[in-house]
């Protein structure tokens, strides 16, 4: 209760008093509140521009002068100020030139290269490395009828698949030489 007590005590005091009771304590109306008795101020004192105003003032022909100095003369040759600048620059025209150059080949091969394999049609037939793959699995909740089969009839077609492929290699050696 007494924090709540001291809060609107608080708050209270930061209200604005009603007009006519009482006056601020740094009013000029009553100058012997803050120790003046009765002594009158100075008058306003004359307050210079400052700096930031003349610098101000002297970027604007600075500016304009900097801009007459970059423009091309009447002939169209470039001025002093331009040709500093264009010359220091030319150097990384030239390796920016090589650089693009350089990503518009790599980026024109990757596009021949998608472009080719996406084109050509996919085989839907997977070549089994390893037929034991159909075995693998937990042995556990395993549904009937999907637990692991013979895999002989399996191993013994890719064996004769890779016994007639290595046939064909070595007629192919043999018709070369």
Avoid: C
């Avoid at 007009?19 to 100075?42: C, F, I, L, N, Q």
């Avoid at 210079?48 to 500016?63: C, D, E, M, N, R």
């Avoid at 040759?77 to 010359?87: A, L, T, V």
């Avoid at 089994?128 to 637990?147: K, W």
């Amino acid at each position: 209760m007494f924090a709540l007590r001291r809060k609107a005590v608080e708050s209270a005091g930061r209200l604005p008093a009603a007009a006519g009771r009482r006056t601020s304590p740094y009013s000029t109306a009553h100058p012997e509140k803050h120790g003046d008795h009765g002594h009158h101020h100075e008058g306003p004192k004359a307050e210079s521009l400052g700096t930031q105003f003349y610098v101000v003032l002297a970027i604007v022909p600075l500016s304009l002068g900097v801009y007459a100095a970059s423009r091309p003369s009447a002939t169209g040759q470039q001025r002093g100020f331009s040709n500093f600048i264009g010359s220091y620059y030319n150097e990384y025209k030239e390796r920016w030139a090589a650089r693009n150059s350089l990503h518009t080949a790599a980026l024109e091969r990757a596009a021949f290269d998608r472009n080719l394999f996406q084109s050509t049609p996919g085989s839907k037939h997977v070549e089994l490395r390893f037929p034991e793959i159909f075995n693998t699995g937990s042995p556990y909740n395993v549904s009937a009828g999907q637990g692991p089969r013979n895999m002989d009839q399996l191993v013994s077609h890719y064996e004769k698949k890779n016994a007639d492929a290595e046939e064909r290699k070595a007629k192919a050696l043999e018709s070369k030489e």
